[in-house]
């Protein structure tokens, strides 16, 4: 069964400090996302990466950067966590091919309180 | 205007109805297209793509409507393990790697 696998299921941190997010995928995807997920918001894309060491912004990348050394890992990193980013941080991952018939599959999410 | 839009909901139904969702997409040149389904404190998951043609998965059926960029879900004969989220989902581009979601439906499903 393929994984998508969230190092950190219930995470509580302090205002400032700095936070890591870890995600790995064991399906050999290409591109990798982090979101956030807030009632009444939906998801928004933070940053993603189609490939090891690129990078790209997404909607909402202030106060957030990312980090992909690895094909199956991506990482996101709260710089100095605030309490306006307690949230769920869902991390996915997508192949370039069958794109049409698997979308993205999702890691079972890190839900974050900023403190 | 959101890029995908779709009626938050609730909608509170009792077993066995049928039930349909819509949501609107504004990005004409929109690729692919799915439904996904989360459960309450869980990650979204793949329910369904949508074809141009329309699909049909058991009780499920998806539509697409490029002409008028509507996507709809219809559930037949209800169950109470529907109940969940329904979240819109928009593909801009042709490599998977620029989803759009919307911010989902509420489905209960009562006895």
């Known amino acids: 069964d393929v994984k998508v696998t969230q190092s950190s299921r219930y995470l509580v941190k302090r205002t400032g400090e700095k936070v890591f997010l870890e995600c790995v995928q064991d399906?050999?995807?290409?591109?990798m996302f982090w979101y956030r997920q807030d009632p009444g918001l939906g998801l928004r894309l933070i940053y993603f990466?189609?490939?090891?060491?690129?990078?790209e912004k997404g909607d909402i990348p202030e106060g957030y950067s990312v980090s992909r050394e690895k094909k199956e890992r991506f990482s996101l990193i709260l710089e100095s966590a605030s309490t306006n980013q307690t949230s769920m941080y869902l991390c996915?991952?997508?192949?370039?091919?069958?794109?049409?018939?698997?979308?993205?599959?999702f890691g079972s999410g890190t839900r974050l309180t900023v403190v | 205007r959101k890029e995908v839009e779709q009626d938050p909901g609730p909608f509170n139904v009792p077993e066995g109805a049928t039930v349909a969702f819509n949501c609107t997409y504004s990005?004409?040149?929109?690729?692919?297209f799915f439904w996904y389904r989360q459960d309450c404190r869980k990650e979204p998951k793949l329910l369904m793509s949508?074809?141009?043609s329309g699909n049909e998965d058991g009780r499920f059926t998806a539509q697409l409507n490029r002409a008028s960029q509507y996507i709809s879900l219809l559930i037949r004969d209800s169950k109470l393990s529907d109940s969940a989220t329904y979240l819109c989902?928009?593909?801009?581009?042709?490599?998977?790697?620029?989803?759009?979601f919307g911010a989902g439906t509420r489905l209960t499903v009562k006895p």
């Open positions: 996915a991952s997508s192949s370039n091919r069958d794109r049409e018939n698997y979308g993205y599959t």
């Open positions: 399906m050999d995807h290409e591109n």
């Open positions: 990466s189609y490939d090891v060491k690129m990078k």
């Open positions: 990005n004409s040149a929109s690729q692919s």
């Open positions: 949508v074809y141009s």
């Open positions: 989902v928009v593909n801009y581009r042709d490599n998977n790697n620029d989803m759009r």
